[in-house]
């Protein structure tokens, strides 16, 4: 980066140039250049930063560069190794690459020197002639048919150099590499001394480059002579869309015979930008574009970032960054009007400082400012002052000044406030030996001479005291100070001991207001006081507190009092009973900290007499809530009142009804019908020993005959009826299930009675889920289950009887037959060693039956079929209980497919080799097809016999010249399956 000394310095970036040339590397970047010092004085600068431009991919700029290829033209991965005029097998790219408007990460490479997006081509022949410009229409070359002279170039295609070159001659290495890291990965393709075509003896080595981000083409030429035998020389360089409609060639390298040495040319995208150019200092952002102009750094050294923003097609965006430190050379040094000076004590001097464009003075209480060229110090000791001035640029400079203090007779001294009847203090005498005196003695105050101590000083009075030295080096020597003597304040207060209240201030001054109240010591309870009133909040009762009034000035004085407060009782009360005409029983829970709880009162709420009885009982004449008050007196007087309310309740009317029961186990429904209010509470007792809780229960009967049932009823206020009567209870029908019935795998059947001595009036069965109410049923279920049976018969007294049986009968669980293993369609080649795997379940023992005289009872069987045909494999299986399944499926064995397709003929007649033929097995000859196509694509035979073949001849009977040609066979095996075969074949005669 070049300096000057003009008031803007411009920073340029200076790359690495070839003269005629653009800077080599295609990959994005972005440069600030050198870090910078500019001198003191000059503050604003321009900046320029140096990044390669790119813009969208639908237009490009094509340009000259110096010859220096991207990697070397060996080494990577060596494609076409033996073959001639073929397009590579795809080729995935690591990055997205934009051509033409397009997104591609895909490519295939040709073997005559170029490389297209049309993926389609993939190991298709790649075609050899062409005569046609950059850009062309016509239709993409390719095999069948190739591209005639009248026909386009490849489209979406890259050509570097596409010319007729023949990869199989010996020496020749067709290459590609992907290196470098994101964002600048490279893909590259090097033909490397490959040999022209017809041209043996002329070999071309050159080299195309695709950069990540910039989406930059090179194409890199060391070595491209002329072949003008074969295909009139035709070579070419240049870029098409995938249209053919738009094209860029360098100037002299499109479509035609010519040579080139040591030369390089790069396709740039230069649509719109698709970059943007952001400046930074310190994360905040200074503008935008490659310039930055009358930047002003606030600080030095300053760093200033800068990045730039790539968007590709795809959308997706690259950001690369730099930076540059701005910093200033050496300050220019400055002037003040003095370096050392001395002044007498109390005398002040003018200090000036020049050479700056403002100034900074030492933060000093002897100075009349902090800032500006000129101040006032008036020191009263030695003092090093220090002015630091701000130039352009950013830079500061500094400068010392002392000043020193002539304290030879010196007058000074201190003397503080002091308090009526204490004497004055003098202190901090500079030069001892002097006099005092006083310049006025208000109401007759007098001085001593030696000492300053002032006798006869009367409250709020000022004083100047003056102390006189002699002196030299012409300093003064005559000092004075003025004072005043303040008068004592009275700190007399009184306090009231109390109960606990914190409405009551409890303190009364008797003194002089105006002081602090404070606790001495503070309690621990969290009590705190006013300071300006007393007044005591949060205290607690029971406690003393230690009270200061004090008054904190240059005479302080204070006094302490203690105040008891005494405790508030807690009245509380509980009690017992709640119902009309009985008595409720108080209990009087009040409490107090400390002391005792003296006296009571008691309010009942019912225009009775109120009690001071301490816990008196009273009955209540009438139901209703009455309000109750408790007043609680403790032995200091304190009071408390305790508000409560009482419910006095009627009894309620206990009663009840009771359903027919039976000593079958069945319960008996009780049902509550007792009246009153908020009935909480239900005791029954059924008269077998047997009670219950419940408002509604429910009790099963062990036995029958007559029962006395009690119930007894509570309120909520504990109020409580009684009720009671006697129920009947009616014997339940006996007797036993029968069953006759027996196991099975797919059904079984039972036939169920009931055997009682009693009588019977209606039946209910219920089984696996079926039901039925004939006296005798019969059940039959095939789901496979062990299955239970339920019956409730009921008496003409309506009682019944629930019995049961567990697993009276079983159906057993049946197999499922299931084949694992070959099926369909299938080769006899590979009809060897099938596995067949049995995988049914439920399943005990086995038979398989292969259709091929094989049979077998393992679970799995191997097994090879030695002819084509259809097989019914069949596999039976047993359950351990004797249920059978049985599954099969089917095998077709069809014939082998094979094919041989010899790669060149004799056609001489000789009889040995003298057709063309297809050879195959396994295949209909319904759908075949055998095509010839001479080296243009044209084709010249043609035939849907497999048993004709080609003699060599066209299909007009011309016989063809010895050269290469091309077949395509269509053939369709007997299992349905379509191949194609694509190759060269040799015509020798």
């Not at 970047?29 to 990044?51: F, K, M, P, R, Y």
Request: aromatic residues 12%; hydrophobic residues 30%; negative net charge.
């Amino acid at each position: 980066m070049s300096l000057t000394k003009n008031a803007y310095l411009l920073v340029f970036f200076i790359g690495i140039l070839n003269s005629g040339f653009y800077s080599q590397s295609g990959c994005p970047s972005i440069d600030l250049g050198a870090d910078t010092i500019v001198d003191c004085g000059v503050s604003c600068i321009n900046l320029s930063a140096e990044v390669f431009e790119t813009g969208s991919s639908n237009t490009y700029e094509v340009s000259s560069i110096a010859y220096n290829p991207a990697t070397s033209f060996n080494g990577g991965t060596s494609i076409f190794v033996g073959l001639d005029d073929t397009w590579s097998d795809v080729i995935q790219l690591p990055f997205n690459f934009c051509f033409f408007g397009n997104t591609y990460n895909e490519l295939i490479v040709g073997a005559n020197g170029l490389i297209t997006f049309d993926v389609s081509f993939a190991n298709t022949l790649c075609a050899y002639e062409f005569f046609n410009p950059i850009p062309s229409t016509g239709p993409n070359g390719g095999f069948p048919p190739f591209v005639p002279a009248s026909q386009g170039l490849y489209q979406n295609s890259i050509n570097g150099v596409y010319h007729d070159i023949d990869p199989s001659i010996p020496g020749a290495d067709i290459n590609y590499k992907i290196f470098g890291t994101a964002p600048c990965r490279i893909f590259s393709i090097s033909y490397d001394n490959v040999a022209q075509f017809d041209c043996n003896n002329q070999k071309s080595t050159h080299q195309i480059v695709l950069y990540e981000t910039t989406n930059v083409i090179e194409v890199y030429v060391e070595n491209k002579p002329r072949c003008s035998s074969w295909n009139d020389g035709n070579s070419l360089i240049g870029i098409q869309n995938e249209t053919g409609t738009v094209g860029y060639t360098p100037p002299g390298r499109n479509t035609g015979d010519w040579a080139a040495n040591n030369e390089a040319w790069r396709f740039t995208p230069n649509g719109a930008p698709n970059y943007a150019v952001s400046w930074y200092e310190n994360g905040t952002l200074l503008g935008n574009g490659l310039n930055l102009n009358n930047y002003c750094p606030s600080t030095f050294p300053s760093t200033l970032n800068a990045e730039i923003v790539y968007t590709q097609c795809d959308g997706t965006t690259i950001t690369e960054t730099d930076e540059i430190i701005i910093n200033t050379s050496s300050p220019n040094p400055i002037s003040v009007n003095i370096d050392t000076a001395t002044i007498c004590l109390g005398d002040s001097i003018a200090l000036t400082a020049s050479g700056g464009l403002s100034y900074n003075w030492q933060t000093d209480t002897s100075l009349t400012a902090s800032t500006g060229s000129d101040v006032i110090a008036f020191p009263s000791v030695n003092t090093t002052y220090t002015v630091t001035a701000n130039q352009a640029g950013g830079c500061t400079s500094t400068k010392d000044i002392t000043i020193l203090i002539d304290q030879s007779g010196s007058a000074f001294f201190t003397v503080a406030e002091f308090c009526v009847g204490q004497p004055n203090v003098i202190s901090n005498i500079a030069t001892p030996g002097g006099t005092f005196s006083l310049t006025d003695s208000p109401l007759g105050a007098t001085i001593d001479a030696n000492t300053g101590v002032i006798s006869g000083a009367q409250g709020d009075s000022t004083y100047t005291i003056e102390y006189s030295v002699g002196g030299s080096g012409g300093c003064g020597n005559t000092y004075s100070e003025t004072i005043t003597a303040t008068n004592l304040k009275n700190p007399s207060f009184s306090v009231s001991n109390s109960c606990e209240d914190t409405s009551n201030t409890f303190i009364t001054i008797l003194g002089d207001s105006g002081g602090i109240f404070s606790f001495n010591p503070p309690p621990a309870d969290g009590a705190v006081i006013d300071s300006l009133t007393g007044k005591l909040t949060n205290i607690v009762g029971g406690t003393d507190y230690t009270i200061e009034y004090a008054f904190n000035t240059s005479c302080p004085s204070s006094e302490i009092q203690t105040l008891s407060v005494y405790p508030i009782p807690e009245a509380s009360l509980e009690y017992a009973g709640n119902c009309i005409g009985e008595p409720v029983f108080f209990t009087n829970t009040s409490t107090v900290s400390s002391g005792s709880v003296t006296g009571v009162l008691w309010d009942y709420g019912d225009a009775s007499q109120n009690s001071t009885a301490y816990e008196p009982p009273h009955t209540y004449t009438s139901e209703g809530t009455f309000d109750i008050t408790l007043i609680a007196t403790s032995d200091r007087g304190c009071i408390d009142i305790f508000d409560t309310t009482i419910f006095i309740s009627d009894f309620p009317v206990a009663n009840f009804s009771a359903g027919s029961g039976c000593n079958n186990g069945l319960p008996t429904q009780f049902q509550d019908e007792s009246t009153g209010n908020q009935i909480v509470s239900w005791d029954w007792a059924f008269g077998d020993g047997n009670t219950s809780s419940q408002q509604n229960p429910s009790h099963a009967y062990a036995s029958s005959g007559s029962f006395k049932v009690d119930l007894e009823v509570t309120n909520a206020s504990n109020c409580a009826a009684n009720y009671s009567e006697n129920i009947d209870i009616t014997e339940a029908p006996t007797g036993q299930i029968k069953f006759v019935g027996n196991d099975g795998c797919k059904e079984a059947c039972v036939d169920l009675a009931f055997e009682t001595t009693g009588q019977v009036s209606t039946y209910s069965w219920l089984m696996g889920g079926e039901s039925s109410a004939f006296p005798s049923p019969r059940f039959c279920f095939s789901k496979e289950q062990k299955y239970d049976v339920k019956l409730v018969v009921t008496n003409a007294n309506g009682c019944s009887g629930l019995f049961e049986l567990q697993e009276i009968i079983e159906v057993f669980p049946s197999p499922t037959a299931q084949i694992v293993g070959p099926e369909g369609k299938m080769f006899l080649n590979d009809a060897i060693n099938l596995r067949f795997v049995d995988e049914s379940t439920n399943t005990e023992t086995r038979l398989w039956n292969f259709a091929n005289g094989t049979q077998s009872a393992d679970s799995t069987a191997i097994i090879t079929y030695e002819k084509d045909g259809i097989y019914n494999i069949k596999l039976t299986v047993l359950s351990e209980n004797g249920c059978v399944d049985t599954t099969s499926s089917t095998l077709e064995i069809i014939p082998n497919f094979s094919a041989y397709i010899p790669n060149s003929f004799t056609p001489n007649n000789d009889g040995i080799n003298d057709v063309f033929f297809f050879y195959g097995n396994g295949y209909t000859k319904d759908d075949f097809k055998l095509s010839i196509f001479n080296r243009w694509g044209d084709e010249i035979f043609v035939t849907e016999d497999p048993l004709e073949g080609w003699t060599g001849k066209n299909g007009k009977g011309i016989v063809n010249k010895q050269d290469i040609y091309y077949y395509k066979i269509q053939v369709k095996s007997i299992s349905g399956d379509l191949y194609e075969y694509t190759d060269k074949i040799a015509l020798i005669r």
